[in-house]
DNA sequence: TTTAATCTACCTACTATTAGGTAGGCACTC
DNA sequence: GAGTGCCTACCTAATAGTAGGTAGATTAAA
């Protein structure tokens, strides 16, 4: 049980430090100190190591959304805490978004990891539409558009900034990308 | 010689479908016709490979951007062009920018290839400011911020964008993406 | 309450396949 | 005859995955 998290984590941070076809099971082998046979006990396949990753990532990061949401506070403010989900994602090892590092190399994916991946992208965007649609409410964020398509441009966004971040090693040009966004969002409660 | 370029241009696709990873010698040798040992006479390591590749990528890249530049559109214009090489790479096969797919897998590259990235980004990000610079002038552009960020915003989110479409093989979660941007462009010539 | 059956979590040792890369040779052109 | 562009035939290391076995805990039956 503790092995199998263990291997969860290992391969998590693996997959987002280096995409999923950079690492091997030798590689989580000599991390948790199992043989290499026995990953194949806890995960018969790399790609149900793959389907289970995603789905404990995405379990934990829209947990994170519904407690952000539930915080009762501004759109504005809500919206700073998504980005800073990302922000520290950069900072605390170089990782990118589970999604981002999977979208990435999308061809080496089953299709149910697929799946999984484009539910974790639509329940992203519904979120966000939520918040842009509370925001025309509250007037906490200026320069709203259509809900939907904030919301898109507001996950792209993140999502290319942390890859580009990433590609330099400086959280600094993730915070480049995202100024203009935070720049549009109330640092005051509206009402 | 035009082996070498069949060579670069069966690789430049590849990895802008399935990443620096995701493709062989075995597979360029099958799709050119020459057996795999020869592609070595041509590029010795794969790492020269993707070398050449990005070089030649920014070159064109670069020059398509100088083009645009050149053209003597408003701000607004050329922004719209900027886009539209990102849309028309989605477009044409599910590609990627070939900067996203390198970036994307990043640890399995070289320094040298690392140095050409950082520099596609820098020249990127330095093309988009000036066109920002442009826009706080002709005012083509509502919404501005500092021109380095609405830069750096402006790449983060295609290339997001860019991603997201493709994982979910859907140009119009593209168009999603970037629409609150082209709503922020004056659709007549302003002066 | 001992005994037998089964399950868990690992092991060693192996397979087939693929990866990038190398050595040396052969035809052809300048 | 030197260089170009390709070939066959190989190498080593790594990949995911399999076969078969084992110590120890748990459960069921006598």
């Known amino acids: ?3 199998r998290i263990s291997l969860l984590d290992s391969a998590e941070r693996a997959v987002r430090q280096r995409g999923f076809d950079g690492f091997s099971y030798a590689d989580l082998s000599k ?3 199992i043989r290499k046979a026995s990953i194949h006990y806890h995960f018969a396949t790399k790609a149900d190591l793959g389907f289970a990753l995603i789905e404990r990532y995405a379990e934990r990061f829209f947990a994170t959304l519904a407690d952000i949401r539930n915080s009762g506070g501004s759109a504005a403010e809500q919206l700073r805490s998504y980005i800073q ?3 520290d994602a950069l900072a605390e090892g170089e990782q990118v978004c589970l999604c981002v590092a999977l979208s990435a190399g999308r061809d080496s994916l089953s299709t149910e990891v697929l ?4 539910r974790f992208h639509a329940e992203s965007i519904a979120w966000l539409t939520e918040v842009f649609e509370r925001a025309a409410q509250d007037g906490s964020v200026s320069g709203c558009a259509l809900p939907i398509e904030d919301a898109t441009a507001a996950l792209a966004l993140v999502e290319g900034a942390q890859l580009l971040a990433r590609a330099r090693k400086d959280v600094s040009l993730f915070n480049q990308g995202v100024a203009a966004l935070i720049a549009r969002l109330a640092t005051h409660p509206v009402h």
């Open 85 to 87: 989900i990302y922000r």
């Open 115 to 118: 799946d999984q991946l484009n």
């Open 31 to 33: 991390e948790i100190g």
């Open 1 to 3: 049980m503790d092995t």
